[in-house]
């Protein structure tokens, strides 16, 4: 029996940055307090112990192989992030979605570091913030007067093989993750003087924490072999991991369906194999690959109501497929 697990591991002093010349119609600019962080990565298994298999479930007769997805085991140590933010963009529209404000810090932030910028007192605005890190990928952002212009730009959709992020190591911790594009786009909030300082709150009422998330998933695939395979005289010859968004985009293009609810990106772009191992290359991945791949949410189906059920004919057409 092949076992074949996916584990995706799926983001002091202060500065001040100086926006540009705003006329009076625009709105007054009042000066915001922010803290800002990483968002910790979750778990793409979603639980703390792998669920039960298909084989596992009393679906035996015929099965080649299963499929696990296996959740991570070890401990969350914070390293995985870098060390600073570079080129921070925050960019602010009203609640139709006009920019008002786009202020930008080009020198690095440290994570945590309390930053002043300026934006206008709003209600129901939006946030989008992007740091470039140390790439130009997003650049044209300057250049859209509309948040509906930057989910429709395609000069802000970046091709995943030929880009630096997939360059990076997996392993990366710290300056290494330099060239990682971290965002955040908060879709209703308000810009309140409270105690004599403004800030962000949520419409209800709570104050909101801006934690960037990382552009990339990391995306683990390990497969083994069960020894009576091996002595039977059992060879691999490909391990490949299909159905992978093709392009990083900043902000996905979410898509309502009848059957698994909310999905990212829509099924109209670009899926293609991330990956495709066979000979030299399968033989030195030892039973592992892990890759950055683009965000891909494919939903959730009622149809799979138990184990035995989780297969092809429920799953959508666009899901990522692991292939042995």
């Known amino acids: 029996m092949t076992l074949l697990s996916l584990v995706l591991i799926s983001t002091g002093c202060e500065d001040k940055i100086d926006s540009p010349a705003v006329n009076p119609s625009e709105g007054e600019t009042v000066e915001v307090t922010l803290n800002i962080g990483i968002a910790n990565e ?26 696990v997805p296996v959740s991570d085991v070890q401990t969350k140590s914070g390293t995985d992030i870098p060390d600073q933010l570079y080129k921070l963009e925050i960019i602010q529209y009203s609640s139709t979605g006009v920019k008002l404000q786009s202020p930008t810090l080009s020198s690095p932030i440290t994570i945590g570091t309390t930053i002043t910028v300026n934006l206008q007192a709003e209600s129901n605005c939006k946030l989008l913030l992007i740091a470039h890190s140390n790439s130009n990928y997003f650049s044209g952002l ?24 997939n360059k990076i190591a997996t392993d990366a ?40 998330k990382r552009l990339a998933v ?3 695939l390990d497969w083994t072999f069960a020894p009576e395979m091996t002595n039977n005289g059992y060879t691999l010859k490909e391990v490949k991991l299909c159905q992978v968004p093709a392009h990083y985009r900043l902000i996905p293009q979410i898509e309502e369906t009848d059957k698994w609810g909310e999905v990212y990106p ?29 965000a891909n949410a494919r939903g959730f189906s009622t149809y799979a109501t138990s184990p035995i059920y989780r297969n092809k004919e429920n799953a959508n057409a666009a899901a990522p497929a692991p292939n042995l």
């Not at 300057?142 to 992020?165: N, P």
């Not at 670009?270 to 039973?287: H, I, M, P, Q, S």
């Open 266 to 294: 829509t099924s109209v772009v670009e899926f293609v194999d991330a990956y495709r191992l066979t000979g030299d290359e399968l033989a030195n991945a030892k039973g592992s690959k892990t890759v950055w791949i683009p």
């Open 142 to 165: 300057s250049g859209k007067t509309t948040l509906g212009a930057v989910r429709s730009a395609t000069d802000l959709v970046v091709e995943a093989k030929t880009s630096d992020i």
């Open 218 to 220: 990391k995306v683990q």
């Open 173 to 212: 911790t710290g300056s290494a993750l330099a060239s990682m594009p971290y965002y955040l786009l908060l879709e209703d909030v308000n810009i309140i003087n409270e105690g004599g300082r403004y800030k962000i709150q949520s419409t209800a009422g709570s104050d909101v924490r801006l934690l960037l």
């Open 42 to 67: 979750a778990d793409g298994a979603g639980a703390n112990a792998s669920p039960v298999s298909k084989v596992a479930a009393g679906n035996n007769s015929g099965s080649a192989f299963e499929v």
